[in-house]
């Protein structure tokens, strides 16, 4: 499946959308600019054809104004709230601990208390964990029977009402869009951070 990474007018992250056709729409209304292709692979017919699209830039800022303070729970609210990261400490050969940024196939959603145990499916128990974690390690433990550590405990997240959400972009490196995306824009944009 094609994916193709959509940026706002000011080059933030907005989306991805799987829909090739989708993009061509907002091509021909002008919603959008192509802002990078892959040149060496073209969609289209005989009368109109156009290099594939792999980043696009909205031309107007879209954004969605929060509603309400409570945010409900699900699995893609808790993955943000955790950025993706593993909620477990992991440690290099030299016993260092550092934070997993989990991809999209590696990430899960462990019970801290598992059911088992009487832990209900919650913000307050739930929290993003690698597979290796949460499969292979912790199992239907405690974390504390598992030998694992909590980097911070679990709690609901809050939106402030009235102000724009904005998304997070979580890189999948079997996406071309997002390795181009990262090489282009990400890296040029925190190279002034990271020495």
């Not at 799987?18 to 959008?32: F, R, S």
């Not at 199992?139 to 911070?152: C, D, S, T, V």
């Not at 869009?177 to 020495?195: A, G, Q, T, W």
């Amino acid at each position: 499946m094609h994916s193709v990474v959509v940026l706002n007018r000011n080059y933030e992250y907005w989306t991805e959308v799987g829909d090739i056709k989708k993009v061509i729409k907002w091509i021909l209304k002008e919603k959008i600019e192509v802002v990078i292709s892959n040149e060496e692979e073209e969609y289209g017919s005989i009368e109109f054809k156009i290099k594939m699209p792999v980043v696009v830039r909205l031309l107007h800022f879209v954004g969605f104004k929060i509603k309400s303070d409570s945010v409900p729970y699900s699995d893609s609210a808790v993955y943000y709230r955790d950025n993706s990261q593993c909620q477990y400490w992991h440690h290099d050969k030299k016993g260092r601990r550092y934070i997993y940024q989990c991809t999209e196939e590696d990430r899960t959603i462990d019970h801290v208390v598992p059911k088992s145990k009487g832990g209900g499916t919650s913000f307050e128990n739930c929290v993003t964990a690698c597979r290796n974690c949460n499969e292979r390690v912790k199992k239907n433990k405690l974390p504390r029977e598992a030998g694992l550590e909590l980097i911070r405990p679990p709690r609901k997240p809050v939106n402030r009402k009235g102000e724009y959400a904005y998304f997070k972009f979580t890189f999948n490196p079997h996406k071309p869009s997002h390795v181009v995306y990262m090489e282009r824009f990400l890296k040029r944009k925190f190279s002034n951070v990271v020495r």
